[in-house]
C-alpha cells in the first residue's frame, strides 16, 4: 500500500520501532510523500543514557530525514503536524495501573481525534 502524508509514532523507548518503520517505508519514497515523525516522552540525554545503541538509533533515524522529538506527551495534540496517521505502540506508564492506563488512552484519543465538522 502507498502511503502519503504524516505519520506520526508516539511513545518511542529506544526508537527501534521508528528505525524499522523507516527502514521500510522510506527507501521506496523517493518523491517524499510521506513524513515520519518519531517521538518519545523522555529527553534525548536520557534516551542515550538508558539504551546503549540509542545514539547510533537516532543518528540512523536523523540519516534517513525522519523528524525526532523528545519530550513530547502523547496526551497532548500536535496540531503543527496534521498527522495523517497516529502510531501509539505500547502506551504504557511504567506501572501497573489499569485506570491510570485507561486514562492515557482516553487522554491520547481525545487529543487526536479528527474534527469532521
Do not use: I, N, W
Not at 95 to 114: G, N, P, R
Amino acid at each position: 500500500k502507498t502511503m502519503a502524508g504524516v505519520v506520526v509514532l508516539f511513545g518511542e523507548g529506544d526508537f527501534s520501532f521508528a528505525l524499522s518503520v523507516a527502514t521500510m517505508m522510506l527507501p521506496d519514497d523517493d518523491d517524499k510523500k510521506v513524513r515520519l515523525v518519531a517521538t518519545g516522552f523522555d529527553a534525548e540525554a536520557v534516551v542515550v543514557e538508558r539504551y546503549g545503541r540509542a545514539a547510533r538509533t537516532l543518528a540512523d533515524l536523523r540519516r534517513q530525514a525522519v523528524e525526532v522529538r523528545h519530550e513530547v506527551d502523547a496526551t497532548k495534540p500536535l496540531f503543527c503536524l496534521a498527522a495523517t496517521e497516529a502510531v501509539f505502540t505500547h502506551p504504557h506508564l511504567g506501572e501497573e495501573d489499569a485506570v491510570k492506563h485507561h486514562a492515557l488512552l482516553s487522554h491520547f484519543f481525545y487529543a487526536h481525534k479528527k474534527d469532521d465538522g
